[in-house]
């Protein structure tokens, strides 16, 4: 228990607050000195809060940020007028401390340092309901406080209080602005990701120098940091952005998306729903409703292509004055153009793409990373900051499992009080759970629909008139995967593109060694998409076969067959065009969703055997109720027996689909209520309550319910899901050879042969050449779940590699790394640093066609 007057802590001479430093600087010759004070480093974050929220529109800002919000910012560092923290700097700068008194840094952890006195003595200045704690987390994180007092010893007794009260009087003056009201808990995250954030870019680069005035250098930081106020141009209508006209249905949409609330767009694949959303996302940003756009992917994998699309629709809308910053997407150039402060760069947790995203103008990423704004994630406010205020277009909504769902449903809440405007597209979404995303009453069952729910009007059900005809496919449930390769192989050797999707990684590999062999032999090209490929290679991979199965693909489809295998990356958001295929079961709404992309359009060439058929490997329905973990295998590890039960009972019978007609029967006759069979009874009853290897449906809600943020309190962000598992996935990097330096550091050699050396010492590399070097690392790097994971290494080894400049390793207290370094062999196998074993149990592989897999050991 923390004593409040500790002899260990005694209440030293208080140093007045215009005299305490707030950062240490580092010169050129690498000489650590006492950096700017902590009134001048509190005025550089508040004016930049103010100049952030300048950047919103007025109509925007003015709701979402109430007046004084920038003070608060300001007042972040308000605790670094303590004695522990004064020492703390005065010792890293070699300095005598002016005053006697016993004061030990170490103390600080014991509060969660300065950002837990800036809590505590907020308190005690009686500051408004909420900023004490937007004071207390902005590290990202809430301290441990409790039972403490401003005018405790261990902060400094009353003398340091009253230079703390000092502080915030000349910066209420200085900023010209009074203490915020908050009124709700989504504006006091809103406006700590807005402290956060102001923090991080005031405390780079441009700010270090304290001998060197910091007013003109406020616009040139937040430039660098990718804030910019884009320029749209006037009076684009849709075939000025897309390149023809809008149809009937995505018209309706963009009709009905009247500023912000939440739309939802159910209509059959191929419709157009993406182009619909955007451009609708457009006029909410020409008319001053929106100030950005994040697309989120429902799987964990983003691709290339949407980028692509994305960018031309960027250029179709912006000006050419409009800053570059603000058109790049993808990760590597985004993360080197842009400098987003001091937890934004190489070696910190927000220098990671996925994270950074959020905070672009303009944005493709996952789904799981809006979700954290809505729970109590490691700086979850600063997603809910980024995320202020945008069009958040979220794509291919399903009906989700139990736990994504309770988060999905508390995103909108939030997203609604920040004022965003959300486009919900879905083709497979069934009423309930369309009722419990709009938390509105609904009658509807048509289809095509768009429900509408502006936050200033009343919901609407607006059934879509669509002049797409019914598709019929061929469906055959097969119960072998050696036919079905046969099959797939007969049809590619005739000229036909075959796409084959599998529910792992492990069966998709698999399926594609089974196939690649024999492909070469009869001159039918075969390739393999999935995600535990490197970006470098995943990208080089997607860009061919993506391309080959798109529209980009025609000239060359009649030129040879082919076949590609993949996992659920395939069936989501891309626009790809299949003549024939085959997908291991899955539940209804990802088989619907797979078969999107089977005669996708119909001006497509293809080859005259080609049918509209898809071939689907699945078990008998009598052997999945007895024994799904058995009959479905790893796909029951996936999806929940019930539902693939479920499923199948629905497609058993089934030789031909009606597609549209058919999908909101399907859906409906997968997950509305029924009375089961014994036998089925229990596998609903292990869903609901779970067992021994898997939790319940009840069981994962109430997990999602302690993850969502609730009164301003944060954890850290290894302690939060965001789709359940009893795992968390970790980061590996894959080097062809590493060589440590005598100095610190290392040289590397990555696996296409490229050498970079990593500094032993961070002042070596200006900031962009770190971030260029960051961002190609990144680019080595793959995910994997832990158990399939090479050994950890210890944090102090990658730190004298130097790794910790560029990668974040995790917190200070933890010994072993976050970041997985393996080398990889002539062979293709996996090995350790300094010539350690990969892992104890376990094979490990990774080929640029195959990617990362595991293989069990003889005898193991």
Request: glycine share 8%.
């Amino acid at each position: 228990m923390l004593r409040r007057n500790s002899p260990s802590a005694e209440a030293a001479t208080a140093v007045p607050y215009d005299q305490c430093p707030a950062k240490t600087w580092q010169t050129n010759q690498g000489d650590i000195c006492l950096g700017r004070t902590v009134p001048e480093h509190c005025l550089i974050v508040g004016t930049i809060a103010q100049k952030l929220v300048e950047h919103y529109p007025a109509a925007l800002s003015n709701k979402l940020f109430p007046a004084g919000s920038p003070l608060a910012a300001a007042a972040h560092d308000l605790g670094k007028v303590s004695p522990t923290f004064f020492a703390k700097l005065y010792q890293a700068a070699g300095r005598e401390l002016p005053f006697k008194a016993t004061v030990s840094p170490q103390l600080e952890k014991n509060w969660g340092g300065h950002a837990g006195v800036s809590q505590v003595a907020a308190e005690g200045l009686g500051l408004p309901v909420f900023v004490p704690e937007i004071l207390g987390q902005h590290h990202g994180f809430t301290p441990p406080v409790s039972g403490t007092r401003a005018e405790d010893d261990i902060f400094g007794g009353p003398a340091w209080q009253q230079e703390r009260k000092h502080l915030v009087d000349e910066l209420s003056q200085r900023l010209g602005m009074s203490w915020p009201t908050i009124d709700s808990d989504a504006q006091a995250r809103l406006i700590a990701g807005l402290t956060s954030v102001a923090d991080w870019i005031g405390s780079g680069s441009w700010f270090e120098d304290p001998n060197q005035p910091w007013q003109p250098n406020i616009k040139k930081a937040l430039d660098d940091a990718g804030w910019h106020s884009p320029a749209y141009k006037p009076g684009q209508s849709f075939s000025d952005v897309f390149g023809f006209t809008a149809r009937p249905a995505q018209q309706q949409l963009i009709d009905a998306v009247q500023g912000p609330g939440v739309y939802t767009l159910e209509a059959p694949m191929g419709l157009g729903k993406t182009e619909a959303a955007l451009y609708a996302a457009y006029q909410a940003l020409a008319a001053g409703h929106a100030r950005g756009i994040y697309f989120a992917l429902p799987t964990q994998l983003t691709s290339n292509k949407i980028y692509e699309r994305f960018n031309q629709f960027l250029s179709a809308i912006l000006t050419a004055e409009t800053p570059k910053h603000s058109r790049l997407l993808h990760s590597g150039a985004w993360l080197v153009e842009t400098a987003m402060g001091q937890e934004g760069e190489p070696g910190h947790s927000w220098f990671a793409p996925a994270k950074r995203g959020l905070l672009a103008p303009f944005a493709v990423g996952t789904l799981d990373q809006a979700l954290m704004a809505a729970m109590n994630v490691r700086h979850g406010f600063v997603r809910a900051f980024g995320l202020a205020g945008k069009v958040v277009i979220l794509d291919e909504v399903h009906t989700y499992d139990a736990y994504t769902s309770t988060l999905l449903d508390a995103l909108i809440t939030l997203l609604r009080q920040l004022h965003c405007t959300v486009i919900i597209l879905t083709a497979t979404l069934n009423q309930s759970r369309r009722t419990q995303l709009l938390q509105a009453p609904l009658q509807s069952a048509a289809y095509p629909l768009i429900t509408a729910l502006p936050n200033d009007g009343p919901v609407q059900e607006l059934a879509v008139a669509t002049e797409v005809d019914n598709a019929v496919v061929t469906i055959t449930l097969q119960q072998k995967t050696e036919p079905t390769v046969e099959e797939a192989l007969r049809r590619a050797s005739l000229g036909q593109q075959v796409l084959w999707i599998e529910n792992t990684v492990a069966e998709a590999q698999q399926v594609y060694l089974l196939l690649a062999a024999r492909a070469r032999e009869i001159n039918v090209g075969c390739g393999l998409l999935h995600s535990r490929f490197t970006p470098e290679d995943r990208n080089r991979n997607e860009a061919t076969w993506v391309a080959l199965f798109g529209k980009d693909g025609w000239p060359e489809r009649s030129q040879q067959g082919r076949i590609l295998v993949g996992t659920q990356v395939l069936e989501q958001s891309l626009d790809i065009d299949a003549d024939f295929l085959v997908s291991r079961f899955a539940p209804t709404d990802m088989l619907l969703q797979r078969l999107g992309r089977l005669w996708r359009h119909g001006e497509t060439p293809r080859h005259p055997s080609a049918l509209r058929e898809s071939w689907l490997l699945a078990p008998g329905l009598n052997s999945a109720i007895t024994a799904p973990y058995t009959a479905f295998g790893h796909s029951a590890s996936v999806y929940a027996p019930y539902i693939l039960c479920r499923s199948l009972a629905v497609w058993q019978d089934r030789t031909i689909v009606l597609l549209p007609a058919d999908i909101r029967p399907l859906i409906d006759a997968t997950y509305d209520e029924q009375n089961d069979s014994d036998a089925m009874m229990r596998w609903r009853n292990e869903l609901e309550y779970g067992n021994s290897r898997r939790k319940g449906r009840q069981a994962l809600a109430q997990l999602a319910r302690i993850g969502l943020a609730s009164g301003g309190k944060t954890l850290s962000d290894n302690q939060t899901q965001t789709r359940y598992s009893e795992l968390d996935n970790v980061e590996v990097l894959l080097l062809r050879s590493i060589e440590p330096l005598a100095e610190g550091g290392c040289q590397l050699t990555l696996l296409n042969g490229d050498r970079h050396t990593i500094p032993g010492s961070r002042h070596l590399l200006n900031k962009r050449q770190w971030r260029e070097l960051s961002a190609t690392l990144m680019r080595q790097v793959v995910t994997i779940n832990p158990q399939n994971a090479p050994s950890s290494t210890a944090t102090d080894s990658l730190k004298k590699l130097g790794l910790g400049h560029c990668f974040y390793l995790g917190r200070p207290e933890y010994d072993e790394a976050v970041l997985r370094l393996v080398l990889v062999n002539e062979d293709d196998t996996l090995q350790g640093l300094f010539g350690a074993t990969a892992h104890q149990e376990q094979i490990l592989e990774y080929r640029q066609d195959l990617g990362y897999r595991s293989l069990k050991q003889e005898g193991m």
